[in-house]
């Protein structure tokens, strides 16, 4: 049982991460392509500070790569698997809506496949 309890533990930080807003919208900037932290502020629409702080959240629980090019640090998704679980969610919850139901390709812009 103890076995058992850590992975739950684990599953339930992987989660935690997922469930802050500005996460998502980080997510949705990465699935593009490697981009740079201006270019991740800019595409979530939120401040640098912000922004940064849950790139390294991110970057600590294993989810992004990151990079540095002289001054310019790049972040990637390194955890393919947080963005399928991500559009799993996100068909779901399009799927119960029943007043604003989003169209399966709006759920595919939000989170591209990555291959």
Not at 33 to 50: A, K, M, P, Y
Request: proline residues 3%; hydrophobic residues 35%; glycine residues 8%.
């Amino acid at each position: 049982m103890e076995e058992l309890d850590r992975v739950f533990e684990k599953v339930s930080h992987y989660f935690s991460l997922l469930s802050e807003p500005t996460r998502l919208r980080i997510l949705h900037a990465l699935c593009g392509g490697e981009r740079s932290v201006n270019e991740v502020v800019t595409h979530v629409g939120s401040s640098q500070t912000n922004v940064s702080r849950h790139l390294g959240a991110m970057y600590q629980a294993g989810v992004l790569a990151r990079r540095r090019d002289g001054n310019q640090v790049y972040y990637t998704i390194a955890d393919t698997g947080v963005v399928e679980i991500c559009r799993a969610v996100c068909v779901q919850v399009a799927g119960r809506l029943e007043e604003e139901a989003l169209p399966e390709r709006a759920v595919d812009g939000f989170m591209p496949r990555t291959n």
